[in-house]
């Protein structure tokens, strides 16, 4: 987002290009800045993560932060916008702090054009988790995953995946129980018999030999129970995010502002790596105002699946530390106390 | 049992716990957000917000013709977590409540920034309300006059402000929201050092006989949360004299040490 001038952007060109590759905090071309991640961090919110990257340790200014957000809603299928199943939607929100420079009406484009990215990738039916619904056909949860962006200092598509896969990680939908209403075989009789009405009681008895059954569940119910619910299933397939910043020798990860405003292409791949199968390729995007060509794709596929791979089992360690953390540990702490 | 929540029980004690005119916990963290040049981290009881101050700067292209040739405009824009509220609703930028809520706070603060040393200029604050439970207002004012303070802009005072509000004939301080559905409200924003006061807004209706009583108590209230804000400022700037004092001398045993 940063606008800089040809001679700094020849300056940084020609640093990465030299050999060995230069960059202006001594990274070298695939290494990351520190990333921090919290989660639970909202306590009003179904699942919460806050992810910095590159802030700085004094004082904890000057990086990429962003925070993500599930909170789960009742929808009926069939009238508006609900889906027998659930339905996951992502929006992204930019706080006027992160660009400054921006005017309003750009800023609301810029978040656009995130959001449109982000649920492109996470509201697919295919990574869809099967406990969103609630009851077949009529009832289902409505996830809304809210990112906010409060500062940007590059790399910003990296940060939002990671905050959103932690929230959803960390993401515990509510038990429900159904019930159903049936008036009770003595109160009909009375009632019949009260009216007086010539029915015919044989009518509601059915045939001993009649197997079938019809199951009306009218309605649900959210039982007392100590904990939040339980985790999203399939919470393993969300996938990261990771971006490559090209230029037409090499590429690298993890730019900054400065940098990223002397690239011309960069290529978003999002990865998600379940056990022992094959890494999926969730989706890709092209940005930047520069052009590829297919062999050159082909071979970035390759590395990003790489690098990816590295950033999810960094990211998987660190959300098992969370749970850990917030379960666990803080319950021995109780304990202890 | 009546199905309401009972404000004030038999023991004169509020439904979560407190006296009445008792305040909820404040905590203050003035961690650098982004580039702006003054940011805090404000939380009162369950209510949070994050402002950031930046400027005072040369106005945005587009905005220039709004700046005044003798002083600085200050501009204010809220934001509202979708996540923060018990009922998620997305809040637009165009939305009346938060631009009210906006020009409330520009208005507050306008007779208190000493805007005339910055012609030509803009002053932006930028509030973003994390977690909402009551006392939206009063936690927005007082994290902004911490923010800039921080962001170094000259103030001639600082502004404090808390809600209060009157069950039956008790009045009571620092509303949550299920109080403030409840129990008519004002909020009050004074400044401490004059004891005048920059902010009265009430939108519900009081008896007359009852609002000096609220308003005396607001006030005695507001001086309370000074101290509060001027202890955490003044840590902060210890802090930073503090790093000032020692900082070449101590980047250069850092570098002996690694050496």
Not at chain 1, 40 to 46: E, H, L, S, V
Not at chain 2, 98 to 105: F, Q
Not at chain 2, 165 to 190: A, F, I
Request: glycine residues 8%; charged residues 25%.
């Amino acid at each position: 987002m940063a606008s800089i001038s040809k001679a700094e952007k020849a300056y940084v060109q020609s640093s990465l290009l030299s050999n060995p590759p230069l960059r202006a905090d001594g990274r070298g071309l695939i290494d990351f800045r520190t990333i921090a991640l919290e989660s639970g961090i909202a306590p009003i919110a179904n699942g919460s993560a806050r992810v910095s990257i590159g802030t700085n340790a004094q004082d904890g200014g000057g990086g990429t932060e962003v925070v993500a957000a599930a909170k789960l809603e009742v929808e009926s299928v069939g009238d508006g916008e609900g889906v027998d199943g659930g339905r996951v939607v992502c929006s992204v929100s930019c706080s006027p702090t992160a660009y400054p420079l921006l005017s309003p009406n750009a800023l609301d484009d810029l978040q656009h054009d995130m959001t449109s990215v982000l649920n492109a990738t996470l509201s697919h039916p295919t990574i869809r988790p099967k406990n969103l619904c609630i009851l077949p056909g009529r009832k289902s949860w409505l996830l809304n995953l809210d990112v906010i962006v409060f500062s940007d200092a590059g790399n910003i598509f990296d940060a939002i995946f990671m905050a959103a896969r932690a929230a959803l990680w960390d993401t515990k939908v509510p038990r429900t129980k159904s019930v159903q209403y049936r008036a009770k075989k003595s109160d009909r009789s009375d009632a019949t018999q009260a009216m007086d009405m010539d029915v015919d009681e044989t009518a509601h008895v059915g045939s001993a030999l009649d197997t079938r059954q019809t199951i009306e569940v009218a309605d649900f119910e959210l039982p007392d129970y100590w904990d939040e619910g339980e985790p999203l299933n399939g919470r393993q397939a969300w996938p990261v995010c990771l971006t490559l910043n090209l230029l037409p020798a090499l590429h690298f990860l993890d730019a900054t502002l400065q940098e990223e405003a002397s690239v011309p292409l960069k290529l978003l791949v999002f990865y998600s790596f379940l056990s022992d199968a094959t890494p999926l390729l969730r989706g890709m995007r092209l940005l930047g105002t520069g052009v590829s060509d297919l062999v050159q794709v082909n071979s970035l596929l390759k590395d990003g699946e790489k690098y990816a791979r590295n950033v999810w089992l960094a990211l998987e360690g660190k959300l098992k530390d969370e749970d850990l953390r917030r379960n666990q540990k803080a319950r021995e702490r109780f304990l202890n106390r | 049992m009546s199905s309401r929540v009972e404000l004030i029980n038999a023991g004169l004690l509020r439904s979560d716990g407190r006296r009445p005119y008792e305040l909820r916990t404040i905590s203050i963290n003035f961690g650098a957000q982004g580039t702006a040049d003054g940011s805090v981290t404000y939380s009162h009881g369950l209510t949070q917000v994050r402002v950031s101050v930046q400027g005072p700067h040369e106005a945005k292209p587009g905005t220039r013709r709004e700046t005044f040739h003798d002083r600085a405009t200050l501009n204010v824009e809220v934001q509202l977590a979708p996540f923060g509220v018990g009922e998620r609703r997305r809040r637009g930028r165009g939305d009346k409540r938060l631009l009210e809520l906006a020009a409330t706070i520009k208005s507050t603060f306008e007779p208190v920034v000493q805007t005339h040393l910055y012609p030509r200029s803009t002053i932006d604050i930028f509030i973003h309300v994390l977690q909402l439970d009551g006392g939206l207002l009063p936690a927005c004012i007082n994290a902004s006059t911490l923010a800039l303070a921080t962001a170094g802009i000259p103030l001639f005072d600082f502004v404090c402000a808390i809600s209060g509000g009157v069950h039956g004939t008790q009045p009571l301080l620092d509303l949550t929201t299920v109080e403030e559905n409840d129990v008519p409200s004002v909020v009050v924003g004074v400044m401490p050092r004059t004891g005048r006061a920059t902010l009265v807004q009430m939108e519900t209706r009081l008896h007359m006989d009852r609002f000096e009583d609220v308003f005396r108590v607001a006030c005695d209230a507001g001086k309370v949360l000074w101290s509060e804000m001027r202890d955490a400022l003044r840590e902060r700037t210890g802090d930073l004299v503090d790093k000032l004092e020692a900082g070449p001398g101590m980047v250069a045993v850092k570098e002996t040490e690694e050496t």
